[in-house]
């Protein structure tokens, strides 16, 4: 795992937003892998700005969402179709038949779950996932406790999820209870995978997924086990990572 050390939010998300543009010059038709709260949303504001700035294109590339809430329509404020689209699709030139987000409203979820990872296998697999962690280092939504095999499927949310992410709705109450997540397996078949973390309530899930041990308590930290990994961190949520200033060694620069 690599880990690039920033001071803040701002310098995270343009470090980042600098890897996504390589990619795209290196592979204008890559399959990108995309994150929702707010960790990825200054990163999106720096990809926009490349594109108006003519420095990236994204006519030929292919999106997936990590996840999606079930029973919230697509237009829902809360819903993370509504979020893609008003941070980030509307101001590219992305096609919509490219956009990939799991639909929540499906029938047949268990059907939904399969197409979902087929239609990843199909586009010949995610060049490049983008993730942020949650206060219990849940990755996407596989929450403590996930299976490490687990592939795309629906997913009950962990108490401090609806918690966390209770301050985007009117009330707890009106947080959903259940989602759709692509599994640990398929974001480890990313060939490459960058993970943002910024503040200090992220501090000590940054230090048990990077150092810690590899459970599924601690979802996060089986990125460890990922040949491809860049972590970037800022000064607040590596704050933990160098209290023994001699392990700062073991983690690059
Ligand atoms: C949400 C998303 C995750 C995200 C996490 C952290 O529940 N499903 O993909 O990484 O929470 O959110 P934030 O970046 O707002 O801290």
Same mark, same amino acid.
């Given at each position: ?7 803040? =939010? =701002? ?46 294109? /994204?006519?030929?590339?292919?999106? *997936? ?15 993370? &179709? ?5 941070? /980030? ?24 779950? *399969?197409? =979902? ?30 299976? /490490? ?7 009950? #949310? ?9 301050? /985007? ?11 759709? &997540? ?42 460890? #086990? ?15 990572? =160098? #209290?023994?200033? &001699?392990?700062? *060694?073991?983690?690059?620069?």
């Amino acid at each position: 795992m690599k880990i690039i050390h920033v001071d803040d =939010y =701002y310098e995270m998300s343009k470090r980042a937003a600098e890897i996504v543009s390589n990619q795209l010059k290196l592979k204008p038709d890559s399959v990108l892998g995309l994150a929702t709260g707010d960790t990825p949303l200054g990163m999106y504001r720096e990809l926009i700005k490349k594109y108006k700035g003519a420095h990236i294109d /994204f006519s030929k590339v292919k999106t *997936f969402n990590l996840d999606e809430y079930c029973n919230l329509n697509k237009n829902n404020k809360q819903s993370y &179709s509504y979020y893609m689209r008003e941070n /980030f699709f509307k101001h590219i030139n992305i096609s919509r038949r490219n956009i990939n987000i799991p639909n929540g409203m499906a029938k047949d979820i268990t059907k939904e779950t *399969f197409e =979902y990872e087929r239609k990843i296998i199909n586009s010949g697999g995610i060049d490049l996932q983008i993730l942020g962690i949650g206060t219990n280092g849940h990755i996407g939504f596989n929450e403590p406790q996930v299976k /490490f095999e687990a592939l795309t499927h629906m997913v009950n #949310l962990d108490k401090q999820t609806i918690r966390d992410n209770a301050r /985007f709705f009117n009330s707890i109450e009106e947080v959903p209870t259940k989602a759709i &997540s692509m599994g640990i397996k398929t974001i480890m078949h990313a060939r490459k995978i960058i993970l943002l973390a910024s503040g200090i309530k992220k501090a000590h899930v940054v230090y048990k997924s990077i150092y810690g041990e590899i459970k599924p308590t601690m979802p996060a930290s089986v990125l460890q #086990l990922h040949q491809n990994v860049i972590c970037i961190v800022d000064k607040e949520a590596s704050s933990k990572l =160098y #209290l023994n200033k &001699s392990i700062r *060694f073991l983690g690059g620069n």
